[in-house]
């Protein structure tokens, strides 16, 4: 089993800042990609960015040039920084964490509300 905590999460004005972060434990060998998804009310999950261990990353086109996905291998964290925040940026956000795309982690969740 992997364990993923989020935290970092809160209420911020639109326009302003946030990171979180994500760090995983336990049987964490062989995790190949992370990332961050999130959910607002009445909406499906959906991608925000993921990054391989070699450093490749991958954005949804609503957040390119906002928020920026980095990695630390030696502390098995992940991060997310949330620049020019906007109110449709408001969502629960979870942490992903996958070996192959059929065995997977999700974190618990941590709320983003961006407040207009």
């Known amino acids: 089993q992997v364990q993923l905590v989020e935290s970092g999460g809160g209420l911020v004005q639109a326009g302003g800042s946030l990171r979180l972060s994500c760090t995983a434990s336990g049987a964490i060998f062989s995790i190949n990609t992370m990332g961050w998804y999130r959910q607002a009310p009445g909406k499906q999950r959906e991608l925000v960015a993921t990054?391989?261990?070699?450093?490749?990353?991958n954005y949804a086109d609503s957040v390119k040039g906002r928020f920026t996905i980095s990695r630390d291998n030696a502390k098995n964290t992940v991060y997310l920084q949330m620049n020019s925040l906007k109110s449709e940026d408001t969502a629960v956000y979870y942490c992903?964490?996958?070996?192959?795309?059929?065995?997977?982690?999700w974190g618990q969740g941590t709320q983003v509300t961006v407040s207009s």
């Open positions: 992903k964490a996958e070996r192959s795309r059929w065995d997977y982690y």
């Open positions: 990054i391989t261990i070699v450093g490749s990353t």
